[in-house]
């Protein structure tokens, strides 16, 4: 009857939606989706770009003033309204398009995302044989290979021993590593024109990882809640392994040295590039902006302490960047004493590192193909984490849209995402994909972000209320002093918009892959995707406003639409009706 509903939601449980089966399946799947590949392949590479320790100084006010602000305001929005990132807006009808735009950005970031699991996938499979394949130039024969790291050396011709100067032509080279990525790995093509031919073997390696992705989301939040128990705890494993074995090797000190020793160089921080990057990597390293975190936490039961949450998943995903910093740069040491150069000459960021330098340093080891297994299974279970995340965003929106038609039907809404990513994603394992997976990750997992995180901001502070949401968030956790939120009404009014309007001015720059730059029309096709996911913003704002019944700045901006009360107003009418029909000893105890 109507008393049990009231009191069955009153009890924390969402029969509709369904809850997460305890805590521990939360955090983790809030830390796999936090902690990803950036964590490993680019925080220890900006570290040392940007003075070493000293990096850690902006790094830790980013955290401070952006970071746990935006993840703190996206935990409680989706806890509060028990919604997904578009549903959410419903109490600001207007600004829904800010969900709609998080959700096209999550989808196309999941379109490639995969394609650098897959790279994972082959690496790993590659790495099941000794040799390692990369570890020589005999697997391939070409005379521009070297047995030396990228950009160390040269193979000058001479005709004869008084060849003039202005007569000797240098040929640049590349490591085993760097040409097995280039020539067998990827079979990359001279450019964006240059599309090829399907490269099969990261063909079958995306299907592979689809098919993962669509196993452990096919019952939705009840099945990827028992994988996270192994994908979002392993990558620390085996973190921890290769910090130990990475120690101990020969050189290793001169790589932690110039990562975070005694290289830190103070006078960097009055470079604005070290406060742009420790801003971006804040920013993209807790996945704020792209609704998953709205969409996880939307699964929590009413009244879970979401601000305690919040400051976990955020200190712990800066903690685990640090600590890979080491693992990574202990081992890069090693490879530098190996060569006998530099370390600065060695380390690499993104691609570079993962899929270059670091298998190459592997290579290096005794028992290679055991270290190399283990680092890219360790980048798989790191992706798979962050893919479960972006996935659920569009599940969730889709039941949530269509409730009555989707509720039954999780498996199918999975399974088919799943399959229309996949196919969608086909031209990223061409001959020229890695040039696609390059131009979607510098314009879709970028501008779009500023944006939907600022409208985010200013929706709910300045058009919703900012006491009216702290009101909200007091009713999950409890009354808590007018001190303890003076910080965060100063970062959520005043210096988290701030911070997101001077970094949108210093974030874009040209795509390139290497020295290769891409032709106008490419560029021109990524900011036609950034306008593909804005364009709904101000489309749905004037639509909503249009539709609405009575006065459209009450119904549209203002959040009063009371034919859409949110969780806060159905609780307040459950806890009346239950009070006035139960006994004189009044509501019982919940």
């Known amino acids: 009857d109507k008393r049990l509903k009231c009191m069955t939601r009153l009890m924390d449980e969402n029969i509709d939606r369904g809850n997460w089966t305890n805590k521990r399946e939360y955090m983790l799947s809030m830390i796999g989706y936090a902690v990803g590949l950036g964590n490993v392949w680019r925080f220890p590479y900006l570290a040392y770009k940007n003075g070493g320790g000293a990096f850690l100084i902006p790094y830790v006010i980013m955290l401070a003033v952006a970071g746990i602000p935006l993840f703190f305001l996206e935990s409680s929005f989706g806890q509060f309204c ?78 004869n021993e008084t060849c003039p100067k202005e007569n000797i032509i240098s040929i640049p080279v590349q ?30 390696c995306l299907l592979l990882g689809w098919l993962l992705i669509a196993a452990a989301l096919y019952k939705g939040i009840k099945s990827s809640g028992k994988v996270v128990y192994f994908t979002a705890t392993f990558p620390y494993v085996v973190l921890l392994i290769l910090l130990i074995r990475g120690v101990t090797l020969e050189g290793a000190r001169d790589g932690i040295e110039f990562y975070i020793g005694s290289q830190s160089n103070l006078t960097k921080l009055g470079e604005a590039e070290v406060w742009r990057d420790a801003a971006t990597q804040i920013f993209y390293s807790l996945s704020v902006a792209w609704g998953g975190v709205t969409a996880l936490s939307s699964y929590n039961k009413f009244h879970n302490n979401v601000f305690k949450d919040a400051l976990t998943v955020c200190l712990t995903n800066c903690g685990t960047s640090v600590f890979a910093g080491f693992a990574i740069f202990s081992i890069l040491g090693h490879m530098a004493h190996v060569y006998g150069k530099p370390v600065s000459e060695v380390a690499q960021a993104g691609f570079g590192l993962a899929f270059i330098a670091y298998p190459d340093a592997l290579s290096k080891l005794p028992i290679s193909p055991l270290w190399s297994i283990l680092f890219f299974f360790m980048l798989l279970t790191l992706g798979l984490d962050s893919q479960f995340a972006g996935i659920e965003v569009i599940s969730t929106c889709l039941q949530d849209a269509f409730p009555e038609r989707f509720k039954s039907k999780r498996s199918i ?11 969608l994603g086909l031209p990223c394992v061409t001959q020229a994909g890695i040039y696609w997976v390059t131009l979607m990750d510098q314009f879709c997992a970028g501008f779009v972000l500023l944006i939907a995180a600022l409208l985010e901001l200013v929706g709910v502070f300045y058009f919703y209320g ?5 009101k909200d968030i007091e009713m ?29 001015l210093l974030t874009f720059r040209p795509p390139s892959y290497g020295t290769v730059q891409y032709p106008a029309w490419g560029v021109a096709l990524g900011w036609c995707m950034i306008a593909f996911c804005l364009i709904w913003i101000p489309l749905i704002a004037i639509w909503k406003i249009l539709c609405a019944q009575g006065n459209p700045w ?37």
Request: proline residues 6%; charged residues 10%; aromatic residues 16%.
């Open 82 to 159: 028990s919604q997904g990132p578009v549903n959410v807006w419903r109490a600001l009808p207007v600004f829904q398009g800010v969900g709609v735009a998080m959700v096209l950005v999550s989808t196309l970031v999941g379109i490639y995302y995969n394609v650098i699991i897959a790279y994972s996938l082959y690496y790993m499979f590659a790495s099941f044989q000794s040799p390692l394949p990369w570890s020589d130039c005999f697997y391939w024969s070409n005379s521009n290979c070297s047995l030396t790291p990228r950009g160390t050396s040269n193979m000058t011709l001479w005709e």
């Open 175 to 204: 490591s085993p590593s760097e040409q097995y990525w280039d020539l067998v790995a990827l079979q990359r093509s001279s450019g964006l024109d240059e599309t090829g031919p399907v490269v099969w073997h990261l063909a079958l």
């Open 413 to 423: 809404i999975s399974v088919g995402t799943c399959a229309i990513l996949f196919l």
């Open 466 to 470: 900012g006491n009216r949401f702290i």
């Open 476 to 504: 999950m956790i409890g009354t808590r002093s007018s001190l303890f939120w003076l910080w965060w009404r100063a970062c959520w009014f005043f210096i988290t918009p701030a911070v997101i309007l001077v970094w949108s």
């Open 554 to 590: 009450q119904v549209g901006v203002s959040g009063r639409d009371v034919s859409n009360p949110g969780p806060g107003k159905f609780r307040s009418k459950c806890m009346q009706y239950i009070k006035s029909n139960s006994p004189n000893t009044g509501v019982p105890s919940l």
